[in-house]
């Protein structure tokens, strides 16, 4: 594993809870195993807290720009990567 023992991205982002509709800030860490790992706080991961919830990332595809948001929905008329059909 090239990446052994290595953080692949770590940083605050926003996510949308469903139950009450609201915005919540959250510390993301990815380690090698490539799985995302959120937390309440950079400091519960400090803590080594267990992460408020994981995604296995295996099978998705990375977007980096609106630009390529856009293009793969032009380009996808009716079927995203990974879809079921
Ligand atoms: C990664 O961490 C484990 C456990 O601490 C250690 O045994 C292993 O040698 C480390 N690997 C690298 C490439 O540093």
């Excluded at 052994?4 to 919540?24: A, M, V």
């Excluded at 490539?34 to 400090?46: F, G, I, M, T």
């Excluded at 929905?73 to 079927?79: A, G, H, L, R, T």
Aim: proline share 5%; glycine share 4%; aromatic share 14%.
């Amino acid at each position: 594993i090239p990446l052994e023992n290595k953080s692949i991205f770590s940083g605050s982002l926003f996510h949308y809870l469903e139950e009450n509709k609201k915005w919540r800030n959250r510390f993301v860490f990815v380690p090698d195993n490539y799985n995302l790992n959120y937390y309440d706080s950079k400091a519960a991961h400090e803590r080594h807290l267990h992460p408020k919830g994981t995604i296995n990332c295996a099978g998705y595809k990375v977007l980096t720009s609106m630009e390529q948001y856009l293009d793969l929905f032009s380009s996808s008329s009716s079927s995203l990567p990974g879809e079921r059909r």
